[in-house]
């Protein structure tokens, strides 16, 4: 396993993150603040970044986690978007509904390890088909907390594929929001991946 921080995201800057958290707490999984919950409009190689700033007053965080599966882009591609399937495998997004084009709204329940289960409706950014998907929500009006959350599928030599699985938060609360969903955020990413890896290789 090889960890390390990347400090400085090569997505733009224009793009953001995929969770619409709650105005009222910023302990986002853990159940203590009073907050509804998160709203519309976020060889195995984990990477994590931590923050980088964007101006002179604009943190720019990101968490970002890889793995190498022994499954053809194709195949991994094809339970990415096999939302009905999810609830059968997947630890951390427990059920996604909607349609995966760009505009359209998604319905995304996500229950981190031993946290309450969190639903949200992220629009989606990108689909490039085998290999890119991307959604983006935004705390309350854009510029307080953005999120994008990007799969992206590369081929290895092998013909096996590299996921990253990404999430980058920019915004002016930012910085107090992002602290507190960090450890949880990124233990169930890996925690996905693993598990995506796990399906794509036995199927």
Same mark, same amino acid.
């Given at each position: 396993?090889?960890?390390?921080?990347?400090?400085?995201?090569?997505?733009?800057?224009?793009?953001?993150?995929?969770?619409?958290?709650?105005?009222?707490?910023?302990?986002?999984?853990?159940?203590?603040?009073?907050?509804?919950?998160?709203?519309?409009?976020?060889?195995? &190689?984990?990477?994590?970044?931590?923050?980088?700033?964007?101006?002179?007053?604009?943190?720019?965080?990101?968490?970002?986690?890889?793995?190498?599966?022994?499954?053809?882009?194709?195949?991994?591609? &094809?339970?990415?978007?096999?939302?009905?399937?999810?609830?059968?495998?997947?630890?951390?997004?427990? &059920?996604?509904?909607?349609?995966?084009?760009?505009?359209?709204?998604?319905?995304?329940?996500?229950?981190?390890?031993?946290?309450?289960?969190?639903?949200?409706?992220?629009?989606?950014?990108?689909?490039?088909?085998?290999?890119?998907?991307?959604?983006?929500?935004?705390?309350?009006?854009?510029?307080?907390?953005?999120?994008?959350?990007?799969?992206?599928?590369?081929?290895?030599?092998?013909?096996?594929?590299?996921?990253?699985?990404?999430?980058?938060?920019?915004?002016?609360?930012?910085?107090?929001?992002?602290? &507190?969903?960090?450890?949880?955020?990124?233990?169930?990413?890996?925690?996905?991946?693993?598990?995506?890896?796990?399906?794509?290789?036995?199927?």
């Amino acid at each position: 396993m090889d960890t390390r921080c990347s400090h400085a995201p090569k997505r733009d800057p224009s793009r953001y993150c995929g969770h619409r958290v709650d105005a009222v707490g910023v302990n986002l999984f853990d159940g203590r603040s009073a907050g509804r919950g998160w709203r519309d409009e976020p060889a195995v &190689s984990q990477h994590v970044g931590r923050s980088r700033f964007v101006g002179e007053k604009m943190a720019r965080h990101e968490i970002t986690t890889q793995i190498d599966i022994a499954a053809t882009p194709e195949k991994v591609w &094809s339970i990415l978007l096999d939302f009905p399937a999810y609830s059968k495998w997947n630890p951390f997004i427990r &059920s996604i509904s909607g349609t995966a084009r760009p505009g359209a709204r998604l319905q995304v329940r996500i229950q981190p390890e031993g946290r309450r289960a969190i639903t949200f409706r992220p629009k989606v950014l990108e689909v490039a088909d085998g290999h890119t998907l991307r959604w983006l929500g935004h705390l309350g009006v854009p510029g307080l907390f953005d999120g994008e959350h990007a799969f992206e599928l590369a081929t290895l030599t092998d013909g096996g594929t590299r996921l990253t699985q990404s999430e980058f938060f920019t915004g002016l609360l930012a910085r107090l929001i992002f602290p &507190s969903m960090e450890a949880a955020t990124t233990a169930g990413f890996q925690a996905m991946n693993q598990a995506l890896k796990q399906r794509a290789e036995t199927l």
